[in-house]
Nanobody, 115 residues
Framework: QVQLVESGGGLVQAGGSLRLTCAAS????????MDWYRQGSRKQRELVAT???????NYTDSVKGRFTISRDNAKNTVYLQMNSLKSEDTAVYYC?????????WGQGTQVTVSS
C-alpha cells in the first residue's frame, strides 16, 4: 500500500524558515514526479513546486527564490526548504507522487506564518 507522509510543518515568524519532508513508501520511487501543493483557508489547492525523477525542479512564481524542492531517491524522500516565509505562505502543504496514471497524495502538514 502506497503511503506519503509529510512532516516538518509548524508555526514560524515571517522571515523564518521551515523544511518539509515527504517520505514515500513507493517502489521505484525515482520514476515518480513529486509535487508539493498547498491549500490556504478558503483557497483552492495550488501547485507550489515540482521535481522530476531525475531532479529537475520547477516552481510557481510566488515562491521562486525562496523555496527549494529536492529529493533523495535512495531514501524515497522529497523535501521542500522554505525560506523568507510570508504570511501568505500559511497553508496546509501536501505532497503528491505521480507516474503515468498512478497518483498518490499525502495527508498534509500545516504551515502557519505569523506576521
Amino acid at each position: 500500500q502506497v503511503q506519503l507522509v509529510e512532516s516538518g510543518g509548524g508555526l514560524v515568524q515571517a522571515g523564518g524558515s521551515l523544511r518539509l519532508t515527504c517520505a514515500a513508501s513507493i517502489s521505484i520511487f525515482s520514476r515518480y514526479r513529486m509535487d508539493w501543493y498547498r491549500q490556504g483557508s478558503r483557497k483552492q489547492r495550488e501547485l507550489v513546486a515540482t521535481i522530476t525523477g531525475d531532479g529537475i525542479p520547477n516552481y510557481t512564481d510566488s515562491v521562486k527564490g525562496r523555496f527549494t524542492i529536492s529529493r533523495d531517491n535512495a531514501k524515497n524522500t522529497v523535501y521542500l526548504q522554505m525560506n523568507s516565509l510570508k504570511s501568505e505562505d500559511t497553508a496546509v502543504y501536501y505532497c503528491k507522487a505521480q507516474y503515468g496514471l498512478a497518483l498518490y497524495w499525502g495527508q498534509g502538514t500545516q504551515v502557519t506564518v505569523s506576521s
